[in-house]
């Protein structure tokens, strides 16, 4: 193994890997199918990259986040180790070259999103290349009892056939036990192998504050605990309006969703990871691959819709080990306003096959037709043509993607792109002939190495300062070399794209895809009522609880949760404090008490420990005093 360890040392300063990240490898290496489960901040990705660079040839990574590949990409070229990506959005002539070099060149990784595991294209070119490892990350998503089903990840099981001999290394940060089980079948694994690291987060306060004033107990909480934070919440709107409340309290917040140009994304991102911003306020696009160890807040302003969810969310706080806190504010609205998410999220038959209908007409695609290419898609404008509801209809497109019959990627930023076509000696005879574009080709070669092998990212503003001309201009002489076979010129795109992924569906053959929203709706539920759950607990520890939703049994209490702490607080065992409260609400739920009355009829209790837990359970906003000052529940 010390041929690892000086990988680890050479590429990333290490000395020594992080718990199971060695045996991990070791199990890869040694050619087995691998399965490891490592919560957020695991350190997932030199599990990987580790044994792929310990072996001639390529490995092929499959991810369904776009951001996610281009800064993996990024990361290793900084590293000097060679990688490429290809996803939605690309040209066809940029996808054949960027596979020729990972053929013919050097290239250590290639990057696929799963949706181009299908392609033609993509099945005869790969099966030229030296593929050494065939790496899953985010495998949940095969899983359709998953929290993120991705119906193209099930093309994985067919790259595996074209490479019977090469193991398949399978990632994930959090999976139930039929995920587990699931992922291992649908990738075919030849025997099962997991590798799981314990769920429990030793450093991580969990705390649930029930509450009708959020913003209240949100500022209360950022003044009590200092450093970086996150806050979670559900939809754009919000990102910016909770943001200005804290602006507005003095807390140095930003805001971050799939809405923000790749620029602007950028710029936020890093303010936050430099702590020039203190808490950024953002969707769940937000943290994704971001390593930033010193997080000692994340904060749940709106319930998410699964514990796997809040789980990997919650455990973006603490990766340097120090204490951080995860706090979920959760009220009597939420549960409602949570369900009623759900049924937005699961559109009926009729819905789901009107909105399709219209996306194949808004793109003119006929029956039977697949395009091979993706669209310029913008929501707001469909929905005025065919006087869809903006809400209604984005649920139904993220549904059609789980059909596996459209992508839509939202944050889909892809700068300007140019490649030389010609070899040199024709560029010099074409410059010769055409003396109009001479100069400009001449700056071209000068401001950018490479032209004549690689697909290089250009800035056409840039380029308008040297030649004294506009954006648009420079544009114009690109296309026109485009036009003219010297140049292959993709000019950037930054609006959402719509691909479709397989021939469009006559009416009579979506039945299936009606009956698979059913089924991912009743999965749905089901993980839902499991965060309720979660929520409403007030006597398990709550790290216990989230493990053994896990199927980890035997974790010790934490100690540091909200439940904990108030035991500890009465000096009760688990059992005690589990049997004081149940006593305390079914007393109150026959009749409103007052304390003193409750003392009378708890005599197994003493009343120091009685008049502690009624004040937990204020807290909590389990009870409340009414106008006669008696204790009721809180409804």
Not at 438 to 465: M, P
Request: hydrophobic share 40%.
């Amino acid at each position: 193994m010390s041929a690892v360890r000086d990988i680890l040392k050479h590429y990333w300063g290490y000395d020594a890997f992080r718990p199971l990240q060695e045996d991990i490898i070791l199990s890869v290496l040694q050619g087995n199918d691998t399965l490891a489960l490592l919560p957020t901040g695991g350190g997932k990705s030199v599990c990987f990259q580790v044994p792929a660079l310990a072996r001639e040839g390529i490995c092929i990574v499959v991810s369904p986040l776009i951001a996610l590949m281009k800064d993996q990409v990024e990361n290793l070229a900084k590293r000097g180790i060679k990688a490429a990506a290809i996803y939605s959005g690309m040209s066809y002539r940029s996808i054949n070259f960027t596979l020729d070099n990972c053929i013919h060149g050097d290239f250590k990784f290639l990057y696929v999103s799963p949706e181009r595991l299908k392609t033609e294209l993509f099945r005869e070119r790969v099966k030229q290349m030296q593929v050494n490892q065939i790496t899953v990350d985010e495998a949940h998503c095969i899983s359709q009892w998953g929290y993120d089903f991705r119906p193209e990840y099930i093309q994985i099981a067919e790259l595996r056939e074209l490479f019977p001999e090469v193991p398949v290394l399978a990632l994930t940060a959090s999976a139930t036990p039929d995920v587990v089980t699931d992922i291992q079948e649908k990738l075919k694994f030849k025997k099962r192998n997991v590798f799981v690291k314990s769920f429990e987060r030793a450093n991580l306060s969990y705390v649930v504050h029930t509450t009708e004033d959020k913003i209240g107990r949100m500022l209360h909480i950022l003044s009590k605990v200092k450093g970086s934070g996150l806050v979670y919440v559900r939809n754009r709107r919000k990102t910016q309006e909770i943001a200005q409340v804290l602006q507005n309290h003095h807390i140095r917040a930003d805001y971050y969703h799939a809405g923000l140009t790749n620029e602007l994304r950028s710029k936020k991102q890093e303010e936050w990871i430099s702590n020039h911003t203190r808490v950024m306020v953002c969707t769940n696009a937000f943290g994704m691959g971001i390593d930033k160890p010193d997080v000692r807040l994340v904060i749940h302003y709106e319930m998410p819709e699964s514990l796997e969810s809040y789980y990997q969310e919650a455990g973006r706080g603490g990766r340097d080990e120090q204490r951080s806190y995860a706090v979920l504010l959760h009220n009597t609205a939420d549960e409602q306003e949570a369900s009623d998410r759900l049924e937005l999220s699961y559109p009926g038959g009729e819905v789901l096959l009107h909105v399709y209908r219209s996306l194949c007409h808004y793109h003119s695609v006929p029956t039977g037709a697949t395009p091979d290419r993706s669209y310029d898609f913008d929501i707001v404008r469909f929905c005025d043509s065919f006087k869809l509801k903006p809400a209604e209809t984005y649920a139904t497109i993220k549904m059609l993607e789980q059909c596996d019959l459209v992508q839509l990627s939202e944050s889909f930023f892809e700068a300007s792109r140019l490649r030389i076509l010609l070899h040199v000696d024709e560029l010099y005879k074409f410059q010769v002939e055409n003396q109009a574009f001479d100069a400009f080709i001449k700056l071209l070669l000068r401001s950018y190495g490479g032209l004549f092998d690689n697909y290089i990212a250009i800035n056409e503003q840039e380029v308008a300062k040297r030649v004294k001309l506009t954006a648009q201009d420079v544009s114009k002489l690109l296309a026109r070399l485009h036009m003219l076979g010297v140049v292959d010129y993709q000019p950037q795109k930054d609006k959402p794209q719509m691909t479709f992924l397989s021939q469009r569906l006559a009416d009579d053959d979506f039945q299936r895809a009606m009956q698979f929203v059913q089924k991912r709706k009743k999965i749905a539920k089901e993980k839902l009522d499991a965060m309720f759950r979660y929520a409403s607990n007030t006597l398990m520890c709550r790290s216990k609880l989230l493990v053994s939703y896990f199927d980890q049994y035997g974790a010790r209490e934490c100690g540091v949760c909200d439940v904990c702490i108030a035991r500890k607080k009465l000096e009760l065992t688990n059992e005690r404090f589990e049997e004081l409260l149940t006593h305390i609400l079914t007393e109150i739920n026959k009749q409103p008490l007052t304390v003193k009355e409750l003392v009378a009829l708890t005599p197994a209790f003493k009343q120091q420990n009685i008049t502690d837990a009624v004040g937990y359970l204020l807290d909590m906003d389990k009870l409340h005093y009414n106008t006669e000052q008696k204790l009721e529940r809180y409804h």
